[in-house]
Each structure stands twice: as C-alpha cells, then as structure tokens.
C-alpha cells in the first residue's frame, strides 16, 4: 500500500501579491549626498553701489538720479536707495539734486595714490638690490627734515642699523650729505642750526664750516661718498635725484673691506637710477 504524505502543505500566496521564499527587506533611503562647499557669493547690492560710484566718478560736473539709474542699468527707485545710502556713509554728496564725489571716496582715491607710490618706490629698490647684491636706500628732504622712505636688503647684505637718527645726523652720512648738498645755502644753515653737528664716531666731520666747506665742493649729480662716518666698518654712496623742488636720494651701503667696490658700485647705481627716473619722479611728485 501507498504511503500517504501527511504533512501539512505550504500557504497560499495572497493573491495579487506574488510569492517569494527570500525574507522581505525593508527598503533604505537614498543616503544623503556630501554637502558640497558653496562657491563665493557675490553681493549684488554691493556691485550696483559700486557701478553708481564709477558712474558719478565719470561726471566732472555731477549727475541726477534718472540720468544715473539709465547709464547703469538700475531701476530708479533702486537707484534712488543706494544713492541715499551712499550719500549718508560720505562716499557721495547731493547738491541742487545732482550727484558727486564726496569726502570717503576722495580719502579712498588719496589712499590708492599714496599705496601706489610705496609700491613703485619699493620696485625700484629692490631692482636696485637685486642688479647690485646691496642694500638700497631712498631719502627725500621733505619739511625741513631728512626722512628714509625706504630700504631694501637681503639677510646676505643687511642695511645699516639706525643706531643714531637719521634726521639728527644727517651731517654723518652720505644720505643726508647728498640731500643737503642739494638745498641752498639759507636751507643748510637752517638745517644746521636745528640740527648741528657732532662726532658720533673718530670719522665723522667735526663741525659746521668744515661740513658746509664739504657741500660746497660736491658737484652737482655726482655721487657722495662716506667712510665710516655713521657707523663704523661701513662706507656708503649716495646719489642725488631731483624733481622739481624736492631733494632724493638713492643710497648704498658696503662693509668696509669691500671699500673698494665703492665709487664702481655707486656708478652702476647711477646707471640703474638713470633706466627708473620716469617711475622715481612719478612717485617723488605723488
């Protein structure tokens, strides 16, 4: 006799939902992708104020809202509200309903100018170094005193330490020597008298008469040398530059073993000041 299964058949699969022996995983979300970084964000208030400003710059005789809104592609009332703003921080002034420059953005334009002088005369100093392998000074005579506008060096070919003022021993050294040599003789004395002369080593020029004595003599664009007179184990070379009314000076410091490097030095200096006069008087005139 057959023998009969008697175990229990499998369940029915509900109809409409098909049958599968694999558990049944619950579905994930999608993981969230990386924040990315946002890209800079420009200010579009701040690029339309900007464009006003340039536009009113344009106008030597100003200019009236509606002809400032069309020239710059602003709505009127948006040009209206940032002409205000820019009126009440100073940057324009409103007058008999025209549009001008006003007091924030003529500091802004003097700060551009005087940033654009530095760095022209910081350019040509380090030209300077660089074609000489030595420090570069650069001095003006300006208000009566003699101030150092700025030095170029390598910590190879360090510049002189200022161990004595500058401005109170320009007798000593051959900045200060040049700059005078280049004033008339009412302005030396002046200088003098307000600054007199003293020994500040055994080398340097002992008094007045023999320093003016020394002026004198020095003809006009060569180069001026001293020995030792500022700082010992030092020589110096300045040349002179004049623009206008204002006395410069180019200057070079050597150590006093390479004393004999001194007057062909200070002649390629002569030579290199010569190719950067133009950007040198632009910026003695800033």
């Not at 020994?199 to 180069?223: F, G, K, N, Q």
Request: proline content about 7%; charged content about 20%; some cysteine.
């Amino acid at each position: 006799m057959a023998t009969v299964d008697t175990a229990p058949s499998e369940p029915h699969a509900p109809v409409g939902r098909p049958h599968s022996s694999a558990p049944q995983v619950p579905r994930q979300a999608s993981p969230t992708p990386p924040e990315q970084p946002h890209s800079a964000t420009l200010i579009g208030s701040v690029q339309r104020a900007m464009r006003l400003l340039e536009c009113v710059a344009g106008h030597e005789y100003g200019a009236p809202a509606k002809q400032l809104a069309r020239e710059t592609g602003l709505a009127l009332p948006t040009a209206y509200h940032l002409l205000r703003t820019l009126v009440h921080e100073g940057y324009l002034r409103r007058d008999r309903g025209l549009f001008f420059l006003g007091e924030a953005a003529v500091r802004l334009s003097s700060s551009g100018a005087e940033q654009k002088r530095r760095s022209t005369v910081a350019d040509a100093l380090a030209h300077c170094r660089d074609a000489l392998g030595l420090p570069v000074y650069y001095a003006l005579y300006r208000d009566g005193e003699i101030e150092v506008m700025g030095v170029s060096d390598t910590p190879g070919n360090p510049a002189v330490e200022e161990w004595a003022d500058f401005r109170e021993t320009g007798h000593a050294h051959a900045i200060g020597q040049c700059l005078l040599s280049q004033l008339g003789e009412d302005a030396r004395r002046d200088h003098l008298d307000r600054h007199a002369v003293q020994a500040i080593t055994p080398y340097t020029v002992r008094d007045s008469r023999t320093l003016l004595r020394r002026l004198e003599r020095i003809r006009r664009m060569e180069p001026v040398t001293e020995r030792q007179e500022y700082a010992l184990g030092t020589v110096c070379a300045a040349i002179p530059i004049t623009v206008g009314s204002t006395a410069a000076t180019i200057a070079i410091s050597l150590p006093v073993h390479q004393a004999d490097r001194l007057l062909s030095a200070a002649r390629q200096l002569q030579d290199e000041v010569g190719r950067l006069l133009g950007s040198l008087s632009i910026s003695i005139s800033m």
